[in-house]
Nanobody, 125 residues
């Protein structure tokens, strides 16, 4: 099993930036594709971004494309989500998740087996 911990959330102003980190323990994260999801109050959890094990393939939700970038440092066992040009609509709890399916890149939450506890991102006007 792999345990995931998100960090880097907090309060940002509209137009600002934050970088989230997803750190792993238990197993090396290089064996897993990692996805980012978010859930705003009263809304369903939604896909944000995902990155393949080797970091060479990424996918983004249309709502964040061009503003968010996911990357990984397998040597540090960490995946990142750089969030730029934040808007109040980005306010949510952000989760990272890992799938044990080899070489799977997916936008579907149900395909991810391991989840972090989430980190709050709040964007003010």
């Amino acid at each position: 099993q792999v345990q995931l911990v998100e960090s880097g959330g907090g309060l940002a102003q509209a137009g600002g930036s934050l970088r989230l980190s997803c750190s792993a323990s238990g197993r090396t994260l290089s064996n897993y594709s990692v996805g980012w999801f978010r859930q705003a109050p009263g809304k369903e959890r939604e896909f944000v971004a995902t990155i393949l094990q080797n970091g060479l393939v990424t996918r983004y939700a249309d709502s964040v494309k061009g503003r968010f970038t996911t990357s990984r440092d397998n040597a540090e066992n960490t995946v990142y989500l750089q969030m730029n040009s934040l808007t109040p609509e980005d306010t949510a709890v952000y989760y990272c998740a890992a799938t044990s399916e080899t070489w799977l890149i997916s936008r579907q939450a149900w395909e991810y087996d391991y989840w972090g506890q989430g980190t709050q991102v709040t964007v003010s006007t």
